[in-house]
């Protein structure tokens, strides 16, 4: 997949996000998110210099993240209902629609189905939808129906699942 051809950043929201130039339909992958595979104690050590790359990070097992940094996926925001949704398949980590996306909507996931019970970082949610959350947290923060449809998309990996026990 080429995703200059299918994905752009563009002005959105809430700053800059990833839209689609081209129509996806339910159970499409949009993208693989791509970059350099860091430690925890990598990603940790981001907050002291760059905020912003911290909390880009994509985490891809127990204590390593991805860290999309100057590819697409750094501009991958958060939404309290969204269209997309992370899966992990071997050793990649893929954004696949779970609804149908048109060309010219902004792509979402929420950020909140890749932080496990262990993670301690939050964010004030303003994606503006009506069932905004107000705060983004780890996985055993989400209202229990939203893990039970979340787990049915598949879009919560397994090693964060398992956090929550």
């Known amino acids: ?34 970059g350099r595979i860091v430690s925890d104690d990598v ?26 940094n100057g590819k697409i996926g750094a501009y ?6 969204p269209n997309a949704g992370i899966v992990k398949r071997g050793r990649k980590l893929l954004l696949k629609a779970i609804v149908s996306i048109v060309a010219g909507d902004e792509v979402t996931h929420d950020y909140s189905s890749l932080l496990g019970a262990d993670d301690v970082w939050t964010m004030r949610c303003n994606c503006g939808e009506a069932n905004c959350r107000k705060s983004v947290r780890n996985v055993a ?3 229990a129906a939203t893990v039970r449809r979340y787990r049915r998309l598949g879009i919560i990996p397994d090693f964060i699942m398992a956090t929550r026990r």
């Open 43 to 68: 990603v940790w050590g981001y907050w002291d210099v760059d905020e912003r790359r911290g909390a880009n990070c994509f985490r891809c097992d127990d204590d390593h993240y991805i860290d999309p």
């Open 76 to 81: 991958a925001n958060h939404s309290c209902n």
């Open 141 to 143: 923060r989400l209202p």
């Open 1 to 34: 997949m080429t995703e200059q051809k299918t994905l752009a950043v563009k002005k959105v929201r809430n700053g800059r996000g990833i839209v689609a130039l081209k129509n996806f339909r339910r159970g499409a992958i949009v993208m693989e998110v791509t």
